[in-house]
Structure formats: structure tokens, C-alpha cells
């Protein structure tokens, strides 16, 4: 017994021991602290913005059009749709080997992609047709017959929403009358939507709804699916100006011909006498009036080269004559060179 507790102690000692040696080797040599180590720098060359070409702009800017991002142009020329990259100055047109009239284009909210239509002399008479086209690949599709083209009718208006996949056509006859014609991704044909009144000032497309709201020329604002519409005090005349991204819908009150109060709501609560509002401390005409898909209101003061922010009560002037409203800032026209100016720098 004895001999068995002196060898347990010999091994315990023994281990200890070769721990200890062990120990005082990995301090002296392994974890030196001034054991060379070299280092070398290496510089990660961080990818340079290219400048804007500040491309010449077209003679006619009637039809000018700018895409989400300010990237790219679009325009009427001699019947044909130009697109220019403003990155590189680069023009081509879109394809159109039959040479059928370019009825209504429009770039989408959030895409280098635009909706064309077309009146198409087709075996079933003259149709519009829609297209999409992607500037980025220069690429056109058909997607699908509209509606017949009757004589004396008219594109009016193409709205869509990336989000549902859903575009609504508005097809104006020679009688002034609208049709409004639904279609989405799955779809091979349109479909007319039944509307309470025909008689149509404007439609505007829910972003994250299957919803359409067109008003008529009395002001009276409907909604679809469900019908209804909403309720604006008697007495007041208003005009829809747009609906940004969280589907709040932003109405326009007139006052002898300009805009001088703008109302804004959730189409949760239909009695517009809920919403919020901002004055106008200087009316505007509507089509200087810009809801962006944010939710900034923005009123250009093209008198003064001044832009005002709304809800922030901010002006911002810039140089040169203003074009349009893009994702991040403003387009303008300089010495008739394409211009692009981020909010962050007016």
C-alpha cells in the first residue's frame, strides 16, 4: 500500500515538474514579445464616382422625360423615343421597325425601365399595345394588346407599381370620356375596370395596394377595390398631386386656378378633414408641385431658382433652369447641358 501512494506522489511531482519546463518555454521562446513580425500595408483603392457627362440636351424638351435615378433621358425626336445615358452621353432609340406611332411613354418610379405604347396596325385593326422597355440591357418587349384604337382616342395615362406588378392604362375616347384598362404580370390581355364616372382628370396607383384612385372634374376622388371615395369639405376644391411609397395620399386644395394648402393622409381614414396639412405661404401652380416616393412634398419656384421642402420648411436654390424631380435630387438645364444636383448639395 505504501509503495503505491509513493509512486502516485513520484508521477503527480514528475508531471509537475515537465508542466513547469513547458511553461518556462512557451514564455521565453514561443510568446516572446519582441519576436519579429513583419507587417505590410496593403491599400484597398476605393472605386471612383465617375462625373456626369452633362450631356447636351435636345432643342424640344416638351416631351423630356427623366428615369427614377436622373440616369437616363428620354424624349420625342422626328416620331421616334430616344433614350440618352447621361453617364457616358450615349443615344439610341427604341425599337420600332414598323414604325407605328409612339402614343404615351413613361419611366417606372423605381426602374431604368420604361412603359411605351404603341397604336399598332394589327389583323384586328388599330390597337394599342404596351411595351416594356429596359435602357439598362436596351431591350423592348411587347407585354400585350390594350384596347382597340378608335378614331379620335387617345393614351391618356400609365401607372404602375413595381411592388403589386400591376399597371392601369387610361385611354381617353374622342368624346372626352376615359376607360380604364387593368393588367399585371400574369396577364396576357387587359382588363377594363368598371369606374363610378367616366368623366376623369387623373388616375394615381396605391404603390403597396391593389388600388387605383382617379378623381373626376368635379374633384371628386374615387377609390377601387373596395369602391368607394373620399370625403373633402364642402366647399373646398382639390386636386390629387400623388402617393408615395407608404401609400399616403397627398390632395392639393385650389384656390382661384394654384395650389395653396396641401393635405395628406392614410387611406385609412377617408374623411380628408383628418389629415394633416401645410400652407403655402406663396401659391403654386400644380405641375410645379412634386411628391416624391418618400414622402417629401417639393415646390419649385422656378421665378426665384428655388425649390422649397414643404414639410421641412427648407429652400434650396440652384443654378439654371429646372427640369424635373429625381430619387436623390434635381435635374437642370445649364448653358442647355443635362445637369444632376443632390438635395444634400442645393
Known sequence: M???VKALLACAVLSLILQFIVLIWLDKFYLKENANVNVKEVSVNKPQEQPEKNVDLPNDMSTLQVSYNGKYLAYIKDSELKIINSANGEEKSFTNKSQDEISYFTWLPDRNIMLVSKKE?????NM??????DAEKNDAQKISDIASAQTGSKINSI???TITGVTYIEIKSGSDKSSVYRMDINQTSSKKIDLQNSSLTGIFVVPREERLIYQDRNGKVYLTQPKGSLTISHGIKT???GIDNDSTVYLGEV????IVKVLYGSLNSKNTSQW???ELTTAADEKDIFITSSGKILINYSDSNALLDLKENKKMNYEGTFISVYNKGITTSIDHKYHKTDFSKL
Not at 384656390?255 to 394654384?258: A, H, I, L, P
Open 159 to 161: 401607372k404602375a407599381s
Open 276 to 278: 394633416e396639412s401645410k
Open 2 to 4: 505504501k509503495r503505491n
Open 128 to 133: 394599342f399595345t404596351l411595351y416594356n422597355y
Open 255 to 258: 384656390s382661384n386656378g394654384k
Open 239 to 241: 386636386k390629387v398631386l
Open 121 to 125: 396596325h394589327t389583323n384586328k385593326g
